[in-house]
């Protein structure tokens, strides 16, 4: 059956969604954990329906979970030696922290956005595409499960589940890679941080995602001769000059040419020096942003 037009406009719009992991995954994830088995094994170990577990072990297989490796006439299924996958394995056999609760649906976006560095509810709500009452009503949950804190009006992952942080770090670079090569076939990865991602393409390819860095400030009269072209994901996302400033600093933060190239946008176009402050901090470069803030 062919997926609908407003389904094809929704993953366009939350490409990120196709990765969110259901409950029937990750329990076929904990039933693969300790070995290679056949799909019947991991069926009973699921407690879900062959053609049910057909399709999910399909599914995971695509997401970089399982590999899938046929003995004879019988299809052998295991964890792959991805990053994110062995970083489950691990999380699985700690008991750090339930993933049947904590990795489902909602929950993943939530602690996704907010692995690296504290977000307000709103910030949560625009990289995750939900509403704010709804992260209200998740975040409640997973704070109430020791996985989040709050502090100062903003959300955090706790820092005392290491292995947690390990998974998901692994998961949101293969999630950041995946949607980076969807954009082009000669797409690299940048620069990451949870959800977000600056992507590198050859001068020349248009992906369809908005200009970043070097590249958008050819709008802004600022001509820089390069190889390349920047991308920012989520696709969704609004950026304003402090963005653009900001991510030029972001490909090399120890470079004082992009540095140069980042003051002269905020001279020509203006900013606003508490957004650049707060921005800085959000991107982990608060020391930049307030130099060149003034």
């Given at each position: 059956?062919k997926?609908?037009?407003?389904?094809?406009?929704?993953?366009k719009?939350?490409?990120?969604s196709?990765?969110?992991l259901?409950?029937?995954e990750?329990?076929?994830?904990?039933a693969a954990?300790?070995g290679?088995?056949d799909?019947?094994?991991i069926?009973?170990?699921a407690?879900?329906?062959?053609p049910?577990?057909?399709a999910?072990?399909?599914?995971?297989?695509?997401k970089?979970?399982?590999?899938l490796?046929?003995?004879?006439?019988?299809m052998k299924?295991?964890?792959?030696?991805?990053?994110?996958?062995?970083?489950?394995?691990?999380?699985?056999?700690?008991?750090?922290a339930?993933p049947?609760?904590i990795l489902?649906?909602?929950?993943?976006?939530?602690?996704l956005?907010?692995?690296f560095?504290?977000?307000?509810r709103?910030?949560?709500a625009e990289?995750a595409?939900?509403?704010?009452?709804?992260?209200?009503?998740?975040a409640?949950?997973?704070?109430?499960?020791?996985?989040?804190?709050?502090?100062?009006?903003?959300m955090?992952?706790?820092?005392?589940?290491?292995?947690?942080?390990k998974?998901?770090?692994?998961?949101?670079d293969?999630?950041?890679r995946?949607?980076?090569?969807?954009?082009?076939?000669?797409?690299?990865?940048?620069?990451?941080r949870g959800?977000e991602?600056?992507?590198?393409?050859?001068?020349?390819?248009?992906?369809?995602?908005?200009?970043?860095?070097l590249?958008?400030?050819?709008r802004h009269g600022?001509?820089?001769?390069?190889?390349?072209?920047?991308y920012?994901v989520?696709?969704?996302?609004?950026?304003?000059?402090?963005?653009?400033?900001?991510?030029?600093?972001?490909l090399?933060?120890?470079?004082?040419r992009?540095?140069?190239?980042?003051?002269?946008l905020?001279?020509k176009e203006g900013?606003?020096?508490?957004?650049?402050?707060e921005?800085?901090?959000?991107?982990g470069?608060?020391?930049?942003a307030t130099?060149?803030?003034?």
């Amino acid at each position: 059956m062919k997926p609908s037009m407003k389904n094809m406009e929704g993953a366009k719009a939350n490409p990120i969604s196709r990765y969110l992991l259901g409950a029937g995954e990750i329990r076929v994830l904990l039933a693969a954990a300790d070995g290679k088995k056949d799909a019947r094994s991991i069926s009973e170990g699921a407690h879900l329906s062959a053609p049910r577990t057909y399709a999910i072990v399909g599914g995971l297989a695509e997401k970089g979970f399982l590999a899938l490796e046929r003995e004879g006439r019988t299809m052998k299924i295991s964890l792959s030696d991805s990053r994110h996958s062995r970083s489950f394995q691990m999380l699985a056999a700690s008991r750090e922290a339930n993933p049947e609760i904590i990795l489902r649906d909602s929950n993943l976006m939530i602690l996704l956005s907010a692995m690296f560095t504290p977000k307000t509810r709103k910030n949560i709500a625009e990289d995750a595409h939900l509403s704010e009452e709804s992260v209200r009503k998740y975040a409640r949950r997973l704070m109430a499960a020791g996985i989040m804190y709050e502090k100062n009006g903003k959300m955090a992952l706790s820092p005392s589940l290491p292995l947690l942080a390990k998974f998901l770090e692994g998961y949101a670079d293969f999630i950041n890679r995946r949607i980076a090569l969807a954009l082009s076939n000669n797409a690299v990865v940048a620069w990451e941080r949870g959800l977000e991602a600056i992507v590198r393409v050859p001068i020349g390819e248009k992906p369809d995602a908005p200009e970043t860095a070097l590249t958008a400030m050819a709008r802004h009269g600022i001509d820089i001769v390069t190889d390349y072209g920047y991308y920012y994901v989520p696709i969704t996302k609004k950026l304003d000059n402090e963005d653009v400033a900001l991510h030029t600093v972001l490909l090399d933060p120890n470079s004082t040419r992009y540095v140069s190239y980042a003051l002269l946008l905020l001279k020509k176009e203006g900013f606003d020096r508490k957004r650049l402050l707060e921005k800085g901090e959000d991107y982990g470069i608060r020391g930049a942003a307030t130099a060149m803030a003034g």
